[in-house]
């Protein structure tokens, strides 16, 4: 009975409340989490005033545009100080989210699992990690050796195709007028 009742209210939820995909926009707010409502409001209001700008190509609603886009950006650089601040101090005990607030704000990826799950050679399939490992290690060390056998071997030594040796001597002269001060 339970299953049923399930199946019916997920149903009703699906139908009358779809999950909808973000917009670009609303993604990009969720990856930048100091920027709250307020803000988001003025960044509205900033990108009415650049189309008004380009619209009206007046000196008067350039200015107006470039006053309030240089106090949005300070308030939105002081508003992800703030931000981190209160995030780090939170976490101060705790190693991994302090690595994982240092990862967001310096923009670092996470990276997902690179590792292959299987390997054909010689038209037989190998799945053990261990014996993928193996033979990954064989070929790329090997490859050196490998590609040296296939460039064919000069007639004259390499001698031949060098220029007599310079001598060993650099020296740097500044001219008067520019003289180092320390």
């Known amino acids: 009975m339970f299953d049923k009742f399930y199946t019916k209210v997920s149903n009703i939820n699906n139908s009358h409340l779809p999950l909808k995909p973000l917009t670009r926009k ?3 707010f969720q990856t930048k989490p100091w920027i709250n409502p307020g803000l988001k409001v003025s960044i509205i209001n900033k990108n009415r005033l650049y189309r008004h700008y ?3 190509r007046t000196c008067y609603s350039h200015t107006k545009f470039q006053c309030y ?6 308030l939105l650089k002081l508003s992800k100080t703030n931000y981190y601040k209160e995030y780090f101090m939170i976490n101060k005990a705790k190693t991994k989210e302090i690595w994982k607030g ?15 799950s299987k390997l054909i ?3 037989h399939e190998i799945t053990n990690d261990k014996a993928i490992a193996d033979q990954l290690n064989k070929y790329f060390s090997n ?3 490998n590609f040296a056998s296939t460039v064919p071997k000069p ?9 007599k040796p310079r001598p060993l001597v ?9 003289r180092l001060k320390i």
């Open 170 to 178: 650099f020296s740097y002269h500044l001219p008067h007028q520019q």
């Open 143 to 145: 490859i050196g050796k």
């Open 155 to 163: 007639n004259l030594p390499f001698n031949c195709y060098l220029d």
């Open 69 to 74: 886009r240089n106090k949005l950006n300070h």
């Open 121 to 123: 050679i010689n038209e």
């Open 26 to 28: 609303e993604s990009k």
């Open 102 to 116: 240092i990862k967001q704000l310096i923009c670092l990826k996470s990276k997902g699992s690179t590792s292959p």
């Open 54 to 56: 380009l619209k009206t």
